[in-house]
C-alpha cells in the first residue's frame, strides 16, 4: 500500500495492452509461417508427380516413332487416350499426329494427366515431328 506523500512507484513489467499487441503480432506471423508451408507441401507433391508423368511421356514418344517407322504410316490425328502404369500410379497419355504445311513432315503431341479428366492441366507435354515414312 503506497504512503501518503510519497509517489507511487512503478512495477517492472509489460502491461496488458503490450502483451496483447505482441500476442497479436506473432498470431500474425505464425498465420503466414503455415501458410507458407502448405504451400510447399502442395508443390512438392506437385513436383513429386512431374518427374514420373515426363518419363511416362518420354517412353510414349519413342514407342510412337518406332511404330512409325515399323508400319510406315502416319500416327492418327484425333487424340488417343491410354491408361498407363508407372511407379505404382495410373496415369493418363493422350497423342496425336498433327498436319503441318508439309506433306512430308507431321507434329506429334503427347500429354500426360494424372486424372482423366482433360480440363486439367496436364503435368507432360511433349512434341517432336516426324518424316514422311
Given at each position: 500500500?503506497p504512503?501518503?506523500?510519497r509517489?507511487?512507484?512503478?512495477q517492472p513489467?509489460?502491461?496488458?495492452l503490450?502483451?496483447m499487441?505482441?500476442?497479436?503480432?506473432?498470431a500474425?506471423?505464425?498465420?503466414?509461417?503455415?501458410?507458407?508451408?502448405?504451400e510447399?507441401?502442395?508443390?512438392t507433391?506437385?513436383?513429386?508427380?512431374k518427374?514420373?508423368a515426363?518419363?511416362?511421356?518420354?517412353?510414349?514418344?519413342?514407342?510412337i516413332?518406332l511404330?512409325?517407322q515399323?508400319s510406315?504410316?502416319w500416327?492418327?490425328m484425333?487424340w488417343r487416350?491410354r491408361p498407363?502404369k508407372l511407379?505404382g500410379k495410373?496415369?493418363?497419355?493422350r497423342?496425336r499426329s498433327?498436319e503441318t504445311v508439309?506433306?512430308?513432315?507431321?507434329?506429334?503431341e503427347?500429354?500426360?494427366?494424372?486424372?482423366?479428366?482433360n480440363?486439367?492441366?496436364?503435368?507432360a507435354?511433349l512434341?517432336s515431328?516426324?518424316?514422311?515414312?
Open positions: 500500500m504512503r501518503p506523500g509517489p507511487k512507484q512503478r513489467g509489460f502491461t496488458l503490450e502483451v499487441v505482441a500476442m497479436a503480432v506473432l500474425i506471423a505464425g498465420l503466414s509461417v503455415v501458410g507458407m508451408v502448405r510447399s507441401i502442395s508443390n507433391r506437385y513436383l513429386a508427380d518427374r514420373p515426363y518419363w511416362v511421356a518420354e517412353n510414349a514418344m519413342t514407342d516413332v511404330s512409325h515399323l510406315k504410316q500416327p492418327p484425333q487416350t498407363v511407379a495410373t496415369w493418363y497419355l497423342s498433327v508439309s506433306d512430308d513432315l507431321r507434329m506429334i503427347v500429354e500426360v494427366r494424372s486424372t482423366k479428366d480440363r486439367q492441366a496436364a503435368l507435354m512434341q515431328h516426324m518424316l514422311k515414312p
